[in-house]
Every structure is written in C-alpha cells, then in structure tokens.
C-alpha cells in the first residue's frame, strides 16, 4: 500500500509505539545494538534481510576505484574489486541503500568492530 504526496502530513507525529522503538535506540549503548541486532534492523549481510530489497543497480568497481584514487591519493591499497550494490526496499523504494563502496578496513566512521568500549 502507498499514500499519495497529497494525502501525507510533514507534521504528523508518529505513533507512540515507533516513538517509543526510537528512544530506545537513541538511548541504547553501541555495544548493545551490536549484540542485539535484532528483526528490526535492516542488516543486509544477513541474507534473510537482503532478500526483502530489490537492486536497483551497481556502481561499477572502476568508478569506485576512480573516486577512491582522488580521495586517498597517497593510498593506493583503497580499492574494490567488485560493483557496489544499491538496494532499495519496496516500502520506500525511493530510499536507496548503499552498501559496500568503501572497503571495511578502510572505513573508520562505520566499522562497528572497532567500537571503544
């Protein structure tokens, strides 16, 4: 089911039941939603959650690999060797999802392993 733009409210608030899953996040330590990565996270390297997005296409490997010699000149280890997925989720399907274009070892902001505790 979608809603046409005409019948959206910018300035409806949400439910209490998504405002109170919100707080919860927001309020939750790193380490807990790592270790509790449940239902509700989209986690596209679990193959039963990648299965509920649809591809919408790839950003070839050559062009990643362009771009990263341009941002990281003096690193040349910056590099992929396959095309980059972009998912969307038929729910929103003009929210696409981006994964994989910068390679984990080199992504500092997003890598949960190196979390501080």
Request: net charge negative.
């Amino acid at each position: 089911m979608t809603a046409e733009i005409t019948e959206l409210d910018a300035h409806e608030q949400p439910s209490d039941e998504l405002r109170a899953k919100w707080k919860g996040y927001a309020k939750a330590d790193q380490k807990d939603l790592i270790e509790n990565v449940s239902r509700d996270i989209d986690d596209l390297t679990l193959p039963e959650k990648a299965a509920e997005f649809c591809l919408a296409g790839t950003i070839p490997a050559e062009q990643l690999n362009r771009s990263f010699s341009h941002l990281c000149p003096s690193d040349a280890s910056v590099t992929v060797e396959q095309d980059a997925p972009i998912y969307y989720h038929p729910i929103l399907p003009g929210n696409y999802t981006l994964t994989q274009q910068i390679p984990l070892a080199h992504n500092q902001h997003t890598n949960f392993t190196q979390a501080s505790s």
